[in-house]
């Protein structure tokens, strides 16, 4: 069973940084593709970004892009989203899902790891 345990949240002053990680076990990650996704309070999950685990690709959302850096460590199954310049806007509870053979069916997700950015 895929189990993924996101790390990281917390407040921060708009401007600063956050590194969010995603520890993934339970299953051989190779064909996966790993995206983290937001909620804002009354809003809709939204993507954020998505990496895939064998080529190391990347994918963001317009919103993040230029701000966030997504990476993973395959020693030790881990992602990781590097958030720069944070702006309120990036208040959310940011979850960690697994998407495990490309078929963009993320059917695996964290329990989300919330992130507040003070003005």
């Known amino acids: 069973q895929v189990q993924l345990v996101e790390s990281g949240g917390g407040l921060v002053q708009a401007g600063g940084s956050l590194r969010l990680s995603c520890a993934a076990s339970?299953?051989?990650?190779?064909?996966?593709?790993m995206g983290w996704f937001r909620q804002a309070p009354g809003k809709e999950r939204a993507f954020v970004a998505a990496?895939?685990?064998?080529?190391?690709?990347?994918y963001y959302a317009n919103s993040v892009k230029g701000r966030f850096t997504l990476s993973r460590d395959i020693a030790k199954n881990t992602v990781y989203l590097q958030m720069n310049s944070l702006k309120p806007e990036d208040t959310a509870v940011y979850y960690c899902a697994a998407d495990m053979d490309g078929t963009a069916s993320y059917n695996y997700w964290g329990q989300g790891t919330q992130v507040t950015v003070s003005s």
């Open positions: 990496i895939t685990w064998s080529g190391g690709n990347t």
């Open positions: 339970g299953r051989t990650f190779s064909s996966a593709t």
